[in-house]
Nanobody, 116 residues
Framework: QVQLVESGGGLVQPGGSLRLSCAAS????????MRWYRQAPGKERELVAV????????NYADFVKGRFTISRDNAKNTLYLQMNSLKPEDTAMYYC?????????WGQGTQVTVSS
């Protein structure tokens, strides 16, 4: 079955960096676009970034452009999110996502807290 396991979250000061990872299994990882979402307390889940399967084309939400970088290692079945210049408003639970046959699959999430 599809499994997505996020890691790499934590507490970081404003302006700091974190690198999130998402280990994928149970499906042909290299064949699917992958996404990072986030959800802050009291807010809806929002799309952060997406990377396509074939050419690794990336797209970002405006609020992370120039600060975050999504990437993938198909040999390791792993998705990444490099987050730089973090702001307090980036505080949220971060989730990786894959959509297969009309169904959304989610990991358990990893908490990112940006605070001094």
């Amino acid at each position: 079955q599809v499994q997505l396991v996020e890691s790499g979250g934590g507490l970081v000061q404003p302006g700091g960096s974190l690198r999130l990872s998402c280990a994928a299994s149970g499906f042909a990882f290299s064949n699917y676009a992958m996404r990072w979402y986030r959800q802050a307390p009291g807010k809806e889940r929002e799309l952060v970034a997406v990377i396509t399967s074939a050419f690794g084309t990336t797209n970002y939400a405006d609020f992370v452009k120039g600060r975050f970088t999504i990437s993938r290692d198909n040999a390791k079945n792993t998705l990444y999110l490099q987050m730089n210049s973090l702001k307090p408003e980036d505080t949220a639970m971060y989730y990786c996502n894959v959509q297969r046959f009309g169904h959304d699959y989610w990991g358990q999430g990893t908490q990112v807290t940006v605070s001094s």
